[in-house]
């Protein structure tokens, strides 16, 4: 209402611009009309002046009488600009009148629209009283029911945290039973891994003795390969020689045999030859055996140091196989050493892991009986109060069936959420509260209703069922 009213306001107010500004231009018009009125008045009478006083005659304004000789067509052309001038007069003071009636119908109605305003604001101002009124009265009846609601509400709490602390109480016991399951599971994993462990280390421990004897065989079977081949050389390099010696006896038979068919031939030729001759080839054949019997001792000698080269590479062989064989031993030795170390340090830190898990595990167990048998001492009591409430507030009892069949029989206030009856059956019919409905007569029941919304009686059923997922 205050919003149209100041519409209307603004409105009124151009309106009023708008005819103002109209009423001006006409004022300006009929100004304009009137200063030319004038001006020809002016001009006529200065005319009728000049006439008169070249005809010796008074002033127009002094004689108010008409001099019986003016001319005609002067005092006709006098009397239409008089006229004029009393029209142009006339319709400004019509004028003047319309703006006079237009400014008090404008100024009568925004009184008017005032008046409205102002009555609007007083109506506007009883109905934002009445409001305030309504209002503050609801404020009270909200703050009332809050207090009330909120008593109703620290009872259902306390009942809550009994239930909460009931529930608790089973949630610890499941959990130390949980606990004890997995510590026990723990430990047979452990001991499960530990055998494992162990196999495991027993397999390593004799592929590593079967890859140790399989490597002592290859270096075995490499050592007798060594022997053999050198055998197999110095066998080859024996054949060799008896071939050689045996080549050579040929050859010294067949030289034999050629030098003797030579000295027969010689002795046969010299026998022919004169005594001198016979002399000088008897030297030179001395000579030539000289020669060959040195040669025949540098052959033997060559192969003297052949053969002794031979033994010395095939001894320098046979040490570096040996020693080779020793490495290997020893490096064999050191690794079964070392891997039997680690052995005997895993073992330590298995043991250790295992006695340190051990205690941990029994201090665990130890805490969680304390805090099982703190929990359940503060529930017990706390559930004592609750039922010491429910007995001084009046109470009914309720029968709860589960999905199983299983029935409890549990006490319900009248006047508190069944929120409390729920968790309390839940707690005993090992169910979930977000997962589990509960029907009455095929109308499933709210937590935030009280038996009294819902019309129980005493000893009555309620089903409960389970949502999946």
């Known amino acids: 209402p205050g919003l149209n009213c100041i519409q209307l306001g603004l409105c009124v107010k151009a309106f009023m611009a708008v005819l103002t500004l109209r009423a001006l231009a006409l004022a300006l018009l009929l100004a304009s009309a009137?200063?030319?009125?004038?001006?020809?008045?002016?001009?006529v009478q200065r005319h009728a002046q000049s006439a008169q006083s070249g005809a010796g005659l008074a002033p127009l304004d002094a004689a108010p009488e008409r001099p019986a000789?003016?001319?005609?067509?002067?005092?006709?052309?006098?009397?239409?600009?008089?006229?004029?001038?009393?029209?142009a007069q006339e319709r400004i003071r019509a004028k003047a009148e319309a703006e006079a009636k237009l400014k008090q119908e404008a100024q009568a109605e925004r009184k008017a629209k005032r008046q409205a305003e102002l009555e609007a604001q007083r109506k506007a101002e009883q109905e934002?009283?009445?409001?305030?009124?309504?209002?503050?009265?609801?404020?009270?009846?909200?703050?009332?029911?809050?207090?009330?609601?909120?008593?109703?509400?620290?009872?259902?709490?306390?009942?809550?945290?009994a239930v909460e602390q009931a529930r608790a109480e089973r949630r610890a016991k499941?959990?130390?039973?949980?606990?004890?399951?997995?510590?026990?599971?723990?430990?047979?994993?452990?001991?499960?891994?530990?055998?494992?462990r162990i196999a495991a280390r027993e397999a390593k421990r004799?592929?590593?003795?079967?890859?140790?004897?399989?490597?002592?065989?290859?270096?075995?079977?490499?050592?007798?390969?060594?022997?053999?081949?050198?055998?197999?050389?110095?066998?080859?390099?024996?054949?060799?020689?008896?071939?050689?010696?045996?080549?050579?006896?040929?050859?010294?038979?067949?030289?034999n045999w050629q030098a003797k068919l030579a000295a027969k031939r010689e002795a046969e030729e010299e026998a022919l030859l004169p005594e001198e001759e016979q002399l000088?080839?008897?030297?030179?054949?001395?000579?030539?055996?000289?020669?060959?019997?040195?040669?025949?001792?540098?052959?033997?000698?060559?192969?003297?140091?052949?053969?002794?080269?031979?033994?010395?590479?095939?001894?320098?062989?046979?040490?570096?196989?040996?020693?080779?064989?020793?490495?290997?031993?020893?490096?064999?030795?050191?690794?079964?050493?070392?891997?039997?170390?680690?052995?005997?340090?895993a073992q330590r830190a298995v043991d250790k892991a295992k006695r340190a898990a051990d205690d941990e595990a029994r201090r665990a167990a130890v805490e969680e009986r304390r805090l099982a048998n703190e929990r359940a001492r503060g529930d017990d009591e706390d559930r004592a109060r609750a039922q010491e409430a429910a007995d001084q507030a009046g109470a009914l009892r309720v029968r709860v069936r589960g999905p199983r069949g299983n029935e409890v029989e549990l006490k319900v206030v009248r006047n508190v959420r069944l929120r409390v009856m729920m968790l309390a059956a839940c707690g005993r019919l090992?169910?979930?509260?977000?997962?589990?409905?509960?029907?009455?007569?095929?109308?499933?029941?709210?937590?935030?209703?009280?038996?009294?919304?819902?019309?129980?009686?005493?000893?009555?059923?309620?089903?409960v069922t389970e949502m999946q997922g």
């Open 34 to 43: 009137a200063g030319a009125v004038d001006d020809s008045l002016s001009v």
């Open 69 to 87: 000789d003016a001319s005609p067509a002067l005092e006709e052309r006098r009397a239409v600009l008089e006229a004029k001038r009393r029209a």
């Open 128 to 161: 934002a009283r009445a409001r305030a009124e309504e209002e503050a009265r609801k404020a009270a009846e909200e703050r009332r029911r809050a207090e009330e609601e909120a008593a109703k509400r620290a009872e259902e709490e306390a009942k809550i945290a």
């Open 174 to 196: 499941a959990e130390a039973r949980k606990a004890a399951a997995q510590a026990a599971e723990e430990r047979a994993k452990r001991e499960s891994e530990k055998q494992e």
């Open 206 to 255: 004799k592929a590593e003795e079967e890859e140790a004897q399989l490597k002592a065989q290859m270096a075995a079977d490499n050592e007798r390969a060594q022997e053999a081949a050198l055998l197999a050389r110095r066998q080859a390099a024996k054949a060799k020689r008896a071939a050689r010696e045996e080549e050579q006896k040929r050859e010294e038979m067949r030289a």
């Open 280 to 345: 000088q080839r008897v030297e030179a054949r001395q000579q030539r055996a000289a020669e060959e019997a040195q040669r025949r001792a540098a052959e033997e000698e060559a192969r003297q140091a052949a053969a002794e080269r031979e033994h010395a590479a095939a001894d320098r062989a046979a040490k570096r196989a040996q020693a080779k064989a020793e490495r290997e031993a020893h490096f064999q030795q050191v690794q079964q050493l070392r891997r039997q170390a680690e052995e005997r340090d």
């Open 430 to 463: 090992g169910l979930e509260l977000e997962s589990s409905r509960f029907m009455r007569a095929g109308r499933e029941l709210s937590p935030d209703d009280t038996p009294d919304d819902c019309g129980l009686e005493e000893k009555e059923l309620l089903e």
